[in-house]
């Protein structure tokens, strides 16, 4: 039962005051129709669904790929195994497996794609990351280039792709070691850059640590930091800063 | 000798081309127009200009002001002392200072304030790093809608307020201790959220770092996070969103 | 308007139903009734409110003071400096204080108590915090047992008190330094252990992380732990127990 | 020759007073009946033994199991790996096990359960550390409500069963990432709240540190915290605190 | 009433077997003359008593050396202030103190000094916890040999004092920084070796964390370590070690 | 050529003085004698050699383990797998391994064994490491009085054990997971007691850092700490101390 | 297109001013010709090119050594392992492999070796990442003098060695477990001492920090650090600082 | 007596062979004339002496530099207090001091300077630690060049000044906040790079920890790294290279 019925019933005296204020009360959020709680996943409505696969098992990760199939949306299954991919892939033969992102995606319709995102690596090892930030951009909608490879230890190749990177909307940098590219392109650009520390390096690096604490302690403005390799928060991230550029809200 | 006159005397056969060759690769490089380097400063230009104050000398402070100050540009003077805003104002009377946010500011013509940033805390304690969101925001240009004291522990507070909180282009979420409040809001809007850990706290709270974990870890899609108590950080990144929203371009 | 207006005027036909359905979405949660969500806050009910003292100003914490006394409902301040005390005291002369838990009090009437909890302390150094938990217990309406100084340097203190503190309905052991306290109780009563680390030590103490970690990895069964030098919440959490065992539910 | 046999000799003059307070002095503590002790033990009696699994060998661990078989008594196994539970069931065909929560169990009478514990996940990667909670629970007799999958990140999903978890006696709430379920929980009940951090996580997550810390520092009152994974453990005192609201004394 | 009393009573049946199983069970420990229990009081015992006076107030640590001054015992005092020491000796001229190792000693009767314990320190910064190392293991009967300055940036030193420093009993080898000395004094000399790391340095020092690492990781053999700055540790378990080696059983 | 040499062939004016001085300032160290450089492998001999058999390949361990066996002396292998004793032993039938302790041993002539070490553990897991130090100990020629699993959480059973315990010269205690039992002996004897933390435990454990914290910031006197799970240091230190007590110096 | 054609367009008026200014402005730096941004290249020219090998593909590691093997290259690839060599030599039998150093070389013409680098270890686990840079230091032309195993645990070993470390123009000191050995060596010469903290080690080593930290801390003056493990940085510094001690410039 | 007249006696029979085999084991090992043992003191002979004021008292320091004046050498003074220098400069009216970098001087001959370092920072705040730089590489006789202000948040600043910098021996590059500098200048440089994190910064910069890192875990080599805020270490280490560069061995 809907409000709407709830308080006609009320009107027509078939349900009493009281009653009407006990259910009230009781429904669950959600039936009293907050739609801003759900708002988050409005985004991903029309261009598919999420599906976080790493530590899923087989039959679980199957029989969610197989209900989204049955619904006809895009599905985009991040942080998954090639075991998993084959485990899917032989019974829904439309999955697509990108083993350097580690992306399962089922794609029905293509999403138009607007504005764009610049997706930067320090590194070649880091590119995995930039993968799963690119294609997530790409999966929501968003137009991505990439240019991967302009760590600062050779600044130089940064400099000769900055005309093309100060065009998009906003700029994902990913950075594992010393993690100083962040800083060096916002020093360079007025728009919003968004770092990515990774995983990559050894010894006192920490696992990324070190790459964060250097994200989070930059001199340069318009930096902010997401999880260690967390590609997907940043390429979900970079969409929505890249639609409101785009004065996109066809949600 | 800029560009232009070189290639002019090239041309002219005032100079030989071996010799413009090597004063080519010898120019600094803003010389050679990379416009682009400089962007991030024009931000701020028809807005004014930003000091930090903190550790400056007061005669180093007094002589930066001024410079600005004959120049009658707006300037920003943030983490700045009480006593350091006496030695200023005793001599430039025009100086204010909010002694919440530390902020010292020379107005000579109020910026027009496009957008809307929305600026929450989790608590009263957060509310002078979220000063620093704020006014840095409205300095630059920024509506502001400051929502105080909404943190998780009464999470009711909150949700009387998401409905405003939801039409803001981007939300500035500060927050100390535990640092839920990004998280929870990220989880009800389809804007960006930029986390703002404070510093408030005590024990296992270690300045601040048991709410900046709390913010890179968030299972909530769209957050990003800046240094622990970088109000002006979260303020000109939310700026950059804010213009790009409006597209804006004034620049 | 609360929500049975609202429903009596849909039902006698001065409000239509869209207008009522818009109504009920826009009201704050409170409104709405959801008793539960501010539970919490009847826990201190019939007993006074809380204020936490540290970082407030000393206009701001005399208001607030000021502003229960009218109300006349008992209130405890917590992490209150001298300083501050004198200021409040000035104007509310009925205010006492506790140098050594830094606790402001105004009793108006005195709490009924009930059930017991026990308060332990390893060494002298952590009473301040131990008296913390002890004076919250008490003006939430518990008895409480002090124990003080029976750490495991010299265990047979301990024992001798063993008799005692296994009658008790719950224990908050504080300890510094090594925080061997709880452990060793937990291994000796059938009681719910509340374990309190606090910041006394030095050197490889780290402010408290030692004794934290010590006592988040005890074997014994039984213990759970608060932040370092969180007294009050010890005390709330204790109040708690204390009331389930004795059956009270005078909320 | 236990106390009485000893005082008899003395009042018989079969043993003088200088040997008997030797004796005395000599007896192991447990022989001098501290029957408090072994309180802690006695919590489990009449519902069984318990047995940590994990490391020991195989051929152990059957023996530990086959010696309380012949005693008839429950036994409860955590952290056993499925060739532990292959290895026992083997000999001992009585054996059960879960591999969600990696518990083996023989349950020879299920105990009678009392009162409620609600436990409660963000995710569903939590469930296998929440499943140690509610099997431990209820193997010493709770009853257990499971409410999973409610993290803050969808918060509407939580509140729909907040009526439902304010019923229980205690509530123990399982979450890693960014660990903001149990003050959000907190908040909303005036019941103790027992916070379990997960490792559930990647990144500057540091296997739970990031959950621990957030749980620690929580604004809400009436939390404590327990190790990370520490599912038993919490199940233990979500039971102790289940009895002292039950009234239980059955011991 | 102490054991023996009560046995004679037992035998003479003025009280009956079973009132004296109770009290038996009920006795504090220490009355039940489980005298290992405070054995470690014993060392002191005919040396005098120790005060840790960190952290006391005034009037409290005064009371605690009056008391003392009344048994006319020989007491120690550490972590004193110039301010303590001021206010105790207005009243008990008999103090001394010494500024550098920060101890307030009252000396009633040298105490008779056996075998030796070799002091040694990095660096002069290091000298004031060796003089709390050297001063606690005097007062407790110790002789000592002080070879300061002796760190392994100019090792040589070191070496023209390795004839005097093997003849002692055990050595402390007092060290901040980079903590290398216990690890070079072991590899040289077949007696135990007491590290204790200080917190003199900067940086990365992080207050001893760096020495405290150092020291634990040596790969001499024959080396262990005390917490960060603890003089009175060390100079405490020193004496252990010399009173074995000297057969000392005086107690 | 030696010195004597030397200074024969000065005398004799074989050498004149300048090349003799020469020849002194160049010779390597120990051909100068200096007897206390090499005084710590003093204490093995007698006793026989120690190898570090972790991270040695197969064929450089068996070679290491042929050339003592040529000496004829006993030798310790700690740390080594079952796979390089099945190696060695092929070659070596002689040699023994336990697999508990990882350790391989060959025996030509069983030491004598003199005084007594207490080797205690928290609980059964601590027992490899233990034993470690136990045979490291036995090795070197120490009487061993094994006293396992009487961890904190169950303190009775280690009362029942204290009076054998302090029979011993020293206490080596190896504990794991809070690490607190260290502490509660040191404060019931007034031996040098030997803290040996292991990695033993979970979660927040952290591979045993809170068990050496715990062990560092211990109250009780007399404790000295070695690195974590560091058996053959503590049995190594503990031999030490037992000579010292037994006036052994039979090297 | 270079700058020379373009200045001979402008000055033959083929092409005009401010059409070649914006072709200077947009072209990629390195067309610039800024020498300097690629001189660290340069270091490496006339010795081979550099590999890090970890992390890479088979096949793609196999298409980067065929590319250099083309341009008849020397070629040094690190942290290769051996299933990669076997991967590379199928292809390319000219490959050699170092299993200890894990180093794959491909060796044209020998470069002529200048100059002296003494690489030292504190013992024999130290071994691989000595090896690193020894044969990285060879690789680039410098003579390398190997000391290895002369930890100060043992502290005469490495006294014997002093007189041909001191002729080396620097020394690169190799150690894990407490890193004591650059500190010790620094102190005895007056030549610029690099320090390589190893991860060998265990318990609170934390793979190679300790050894790191100790580095960092070290009192004696001429140190400095690079990462943990990183043979290749330290071989690469080392021969920088070698090539201009022996006024090397033939770059 | 030194070796010559041992010697000398030995060969006219005033002193038999065993005593002066005795002597000479005996003796100090600086006596022996091992040489390089001092070396590193050699390295400032000619240029003066070097005292670590901080932490030294009035009384104490100003007698070492008496002692030091009457020697008539040139003395540097690092870590001074302006408070220290008042009390010096009362007695010894040519000292002087400069309150930037805390230095105190006295100069009796300017030593005559060679080859070049470049002293590099990434803000104005690493001033003080930078100038700690130069003049303890002016003071031992290097020329220096002062490249302040040049971070990479504006990283045009940098390259108009990379011709200059490029010229010098070796670089010191001084940053706080993130610490990329020196990686980007190793990159465009082929001469040693030591890298000088400073505790500039705020929130996660933890004290100059996330330069350290960064610079530890540059991509670019020719890096190596020297303890936070140790400007005099980089000084003298950077002389030590400058030296070795222009072949300067007048010692």
Redesign the interface.
Known sequence: MD??EL??K??S?EMD?AA??NM???L???D???A?????R??RSGFGEVIYCS?KSDEHLLMIFQSFMEKGVNVLGTRASMAQYKFVSAVIPEAEYDPMSRIIKIIHSEPEKIGCIAVCT??T?DIPVAEEVAQTAEFFGSNVLRVFDV??????RL??K??VI?QA??IVAVAG????LP??I???????V?AV?T????????????????????????????????GF??G??GT??NR??E?YNG?
């Open positions: 409000i709407q308080l006609r009320v009107k005296d005051i009407a204020e009230l009360k009781k669950p959020y959600e009293l129709g907050f801003k709680l759900d708002h988050h409005k985004l530590g320090g590194g090892s760590g600062v230890a050779g600044i130089h400099f000769s900055m005309d100060s909307n906003c070691m010393e993690g100083a800083g060096v916002a020093g360079m650009v007025d728009k919003p968004i520390p995983s990559v390096g050894y010894g006192s690096n920490f696992q990324g640590l070190s790459a964060l604490l250097t994200m989070l302690n930059s001199c340069a403005e318009g930096i902010s930091v997401v999880n260690i390799d967390n928060g940043a979900y991230l929505q800063i409101l550029a004065g949600r």
